[in-house]
T-cell receptor
Framework: DSGVTQTPKHLITATGQRVTLRCSPRSGDLSVYWYQQSLDQGLQFLIQYYNGEERAKGNILERFSAQQFPDLHSELNLSSLELGDSALYFC??????????????FGPGTRLTVL | AQSVTQLGSHVSVSEGALVLLRCNYSSSVPPYLFWYVQYPNQGLQLLLKYTTGATLVKGINGFEAEFKKSETSFHLTKPSAHMSDAAEYFCAVSGPLYSGAGSYQLTFGKGTKLSVIP
């Protein structure tokens, strides 16, 4: 158990809908990362937050957004969903995210299926 | 910018045989390298990491990896495979997303699925 929790574990929805994925980091970790894992793209970094502020953006679509709250939990919002958004979404956390030696600890993921 | 190449999307070994999973990296800064394992329907678990110092890094579950700068490699090995090692393994390099960025992200390889034959 990494100490990172994600809810829900599974999500099934229809095209055009909007969903919210939730992540709670390990105790003491200030940085949260979101990744998308799909068969064709592999593991792709989406976005990083540090202590409530957006720190870096990767391959995140404009239809997707995220935020980190004062209690450090984070939410990833996916809107106008398309079939191609079906994937595993992982959250990870680290102490700072400002050091290349920081270890990222991953949650169990949320499997999103768009029908 | 960083990149990781994992040679072999699928590797099969017999139980008790040597496990060798290959990883080559490209990095514009001194590389910090990680191996993660993903068991079916689970998240990624850190196996080991290289930051500085000793180039032979020991991890959990009997795995180790050797950082070879001249070969830009960080191959993962285990002397004797066990059935419970069947999983997908990801090599990753840590670095700034872009030049001058004040934060570091992981760039992952495509993964190698390890099958262990009884």
């Amino acid at each position: 158990d990494s100490g990172v929790t994600q809810t829900p574990k599974h999500l099934i929805t229809a095209t055009g809908q909007r969903v919210t994925l939730r992540c709670s980091p390990r105790s003491g970790d200030l940085s949260v990362y979101w990744y998308q894992q799909s068969l064709d793209q592999g593991l792709q970094f989406l976005i990083q937050y540090y202590n409530g502020e957006e720190r870096a953006k990767g391959n995140i679509l404009e239809r997707f957004s995220a935020q980190q709250f004062p209690d450090l939990h984070s939410e990833l919002n996916l809107s106008s969903l398309e079939l191609g958004d079906s994937a595993l979404y992982f959250c990870a956390s680290s102490v700072t995210g400002a050091s290349s030696t920081d270890t990222q600890y991953f949650g169990p993921g949320t499997r999103l299926t768009v029908l | 910018a960083q990149s990781v190449t994992q040679l072999g999307s699928h590797v099969s070994v017999s139980e008790g045989a040597l496990v060798l999973l290959r990883c080559n990296y490209s990095s514009s800064v001194p590389p910090y390298l990680f191996w993660y394992v993903q068991y079916p329907n689970q998240g990624l678990q850190l196996l080991l990491k290289y930051t500085t110092g000793a180039t032979l890094v020991k991890g959990i579950n009997g795995f180790e990896a050797e950082f070879k700068k001249s070969e830009t490699s960080f191959h993962l090995t285990k002397p004797s495979a066990h059935m419970s090692d069947a999983a997908e393994y990801f090599c990753a390099v840590s670095g700034p997303l872009y030049s001058g960025a004040g934060s570091y992200q992981l760039t992952f390889g495509k993964g190698t699925k390890l099958s262990v034959i009884p």
